[in-house]
């Protein structure tokens, strides 16, 4: 999954991000969920009992720091050959997750396997008007878009190409998830509104086509000045192996309603400089088989709106930003991502239009809902995501080990490496890339400014990594709740924003810009997070080329994510803005009340649902939300190189100047940014220095410039972090890698090995096939955990959804509690004479605690008169 998403934008703005599984990732952000601030005492905090729910067998205690592993050297492998590779005892570990078709092979072969949801398919557009006049782009036109949703039978392609196991999608929210359950009732009528109906789409297409001024020929082809319309679509021919088919489908479906369609298999690698490295306007390309995967569980998915759809999104690339969407799906997408909203009604709401407009906008038509298998032999040991698998679970690489081993060398294949340049601005947030990129640093929850917490893989909460406490301010009213009683909480009436706060950046001063400085009069945050990190965090964390970690590395991010977006900055970057202007829109400061011990505060408008994700650390991870730590150091030879024009962190700058994309792994940019390091070592290079220079000594500059130097003359490339492993040997041309242990990081291996087996819900509903028109009927619904009732203090909701015999739903409700693992659905006369005599279904969702994963059953029964 690519990357410029997960925040192409800025990576202090509280957005969760999605990572790119086929295509790029894409972000969200975290917003009020429920109800207003818990009262109740929340759950304990002493280990992650609330992630972890059974903890293992034995958990022996280690003196080992760092990974578990000596090394793990990761290599490219076709999803095809995975299994074969296993067993042939090649590889210990296939990361990747593979299609739910794989299922019957892995159990066949006895393999150890993980099993997580919301990995996705869709058909990306191309949404442009081509600079070639002559040449017509059906999809500029977003009923044209909208109509591709009829033409897509989501029913065929599960059944044929997933054999069943995955889900039809219809939306940028993950299916079944928690927030696809909360607004169920909107999802399922809009799921029976655009269900598939060939006519309907053939219908629309040749409405539109002939506004457009195309005509069809004798043949049936339609025609543009005298030209076939020729659709370019670009398939992915890796990966798990659906791509393809699936994108033969859809060109099949085209030709039936006259357009010619160019199939291009492409490669990951061969594809993502194409539909996201040129110009829409360039036209090179009209479809893409796009896939998404979320960098871990989302709890909350509004921002996925702005993300999935709209020019604003954090993306910042093409095709997003050549989308012209309808005004209010753009307000409405915008607003939520930015928690322009005070209640909980609202918010849902809002999503229930958004998902709505989404349809008829069409950026993409989502297609597929994954269940993905990531397999392995049994002497191995994975903590994986829920909703997103083995490579994008931040706890992973932190526990990752053969059983009971402490040591040695694990193999693990993936489907592609190096799909794009590695920079932590604009650069690759493949999943297979970041998963590596991932195991070198802190860890973070998913959120943006997380890093120094760890997402909880369970629940998409997140727990303290590296800071010591944290405090929470929520203005009174606001729809936030906490859930682990780790930091402290409380509300205001007013929270006002200290004048010596940074609001701002003057580019050309090099200096931030106060509160007081924009805002004489005052201003004021729905949201205050104020962390404090221990006193000895610049003894105990040092990064991977011997460098002690200081106060510059935080400041030095927090400028990167302000001085690109200033026309006036010597990296300024015209594709950057629109998101950075959408971020200060709820960004209202940060401030560093003291560097010894280190306390950061931030204030936004913006703000999560769970508290938990509204705490704010803005460790010196990725200023845009993309994988990968950041030196202060490499920032300023990779900034040098930008302002000399021979280097660019963005594609779209990188093609505008005629520059090479910043690499910090590979190819010609190694040698650029050598010159560099040699250059601002000479000098003496302080980046920034009006603000910058307050945070350095001599002592330390000379000393970050000759460790960095040391270290690229020892392993060949720029990739620093501070995490359990460090990238030792990259071989970009034979797409391969190897990891080592960190032995100077400062936690034992063991820090998460709390992370166990999640605790999955499993129903059954029980009821009549029959039901009498006007009589009450009552249903009952078991919910269990390895055969053991599941506890009432572990279930959130039981809601129940009724339809009747043409999709449309009758009643939404709630399950009555009979006992631990017992609810019923009690369905009164009334509701009953609302269904016409023949088949109905009922439909049931339980939404457990411990894990964020809702479980869905249903049955069907005849209604007779």
Known sequence: MKSKILYATLGLLVILSMILSACQPAAQTAAPTEEPLATEKPAATEAPTEAATEAPAEMPMTDRHGGWLDEIDVSVIAGDSAISQLQAGSIDLYSYGLASDIYPALKEAGLGYSQSYGGSYSIMFNPAVFTDTTVLNPYSNRKIREAMNWLVDRNYINQEIYAGGSLPKFFAITTQLVEYTNLVDTARALEAKYA????????????????????????????????????????????????????????????????????????????????????????????????????????????????????????????????????????????????????????????????????????????????????????????????????AAYVGPYNLRFVGEEGGTMKVGTVDLFTEPWNTISGSNWVWDSNIMRATTMGAANVVGSAGLMGDPYTGLSWPQRIESAELTVKSGLPVKQNLDWFTIDTADSIEVPGDTWVDWDATNQKFITAAEKFPEGTTANVKSVVTYPADLYETITWHDGSPISAADFVMAMIEAFDRAKPESAIYDESYAPSFEAFLASFKGYRIVSTDPLVIESYSDAYNADAELNILPLWPNSPTGLSGENSWQVFAISN???????????????????????????????????????????????????????????????????????????????????????LDRVYTTEKSLVLKNNETFMDKSDRW???????????????????????????DVTVSFKDQPYAQADIKQVKYILYDATGAVIEVGEADFVSDGLYQVTLSADTVAKLPTGSARLEVAVVPIPVAIPAFTSIDFVVVP
Request: aromatic share 10%; net charge negative; charged share 20%.
């Open 753 to 779: 090995a709390s992370f166990s087996e999640p605790k999955l819900a499993s129903i059954q509903l029980d009821g009549p096939a029959q039901v009498s028109g006007g009589s009450e009927s009552t249903f």
């Open 196 to 391: 598939y109906n060939l006519d309907k789409a053939q219908q629309v297409v040749s409405d539109e086509m002939t506004g457009m001024g195309a005509a069809l020929n004798a043949d049936g082809k339609w025609e543009y000045n005298g030209k076939p319309v020729t659709l370019i679509f670009l398939i992915r021919s890796d990966g798990d192996g659906t791509r393809k088919p699936m994108g033969d489908y859809m060109a099949n479906q085209l030709e039936a309603v006259g357009f010619t369609v160019d199939r291009q298999y492409k490669t990951s690698s061969e594809a993502a400089p194409i539909w996201r490295g040129s110009p829409a306007v360039d036209g090179l390309w009209n479809l893409y088989t796009a896939g998404w995967l979320p960098s871990g569980l989302t709890r909350d998915e509004r921002s996925q709106i702005q993300q999935m759809y709209l020019n604003t999104s954090v993306q910042a690339v093409d095709p997003f930003i050549s989308n012209i969407s309808d005004p209010e799906f753009q307000q409405l997408g915008d607003d939520l991502a930015q928690g322009t909203f005070s209640t909980r009604e609202e918010r849902d709401q809002m999503m229930a239009r958004a998902l709505e407009l989404s349809l008829e906008d069409s950026l993409q038509i989502f297609t597929i809902e994954q269940v993905q298998y990531s397999p392995y032999n049994t002497n191995v040991q994975v903590t994986y995501d829920l909703a997103a698998g083995v490579e």
């Open 640 to 726: 040098l190189a930008e302002e000399n024009g021979e280097l660019a962190y963005t594609s779209d700058k990188s093609d505008a100047t005629e520059s090479e994309q910043t690499n910090w792994i590979g190819g010609p940019s190694l040698e650029i940014l050598a010159k560099y390091l040699d250059q601002a070592e000479s000098e003496a290079y302080i980046p920034y220095e009006p603000t910058l220079g307050q945070y350095l000594t001599a002592d330390e500059v000379a000393l970050r410039y000759a460790n960095l130097q040391q270290w690229y003359k020892d392993h060949g490339h720029f990739w620093v972090g501070t995490g359990p492993y460090y």
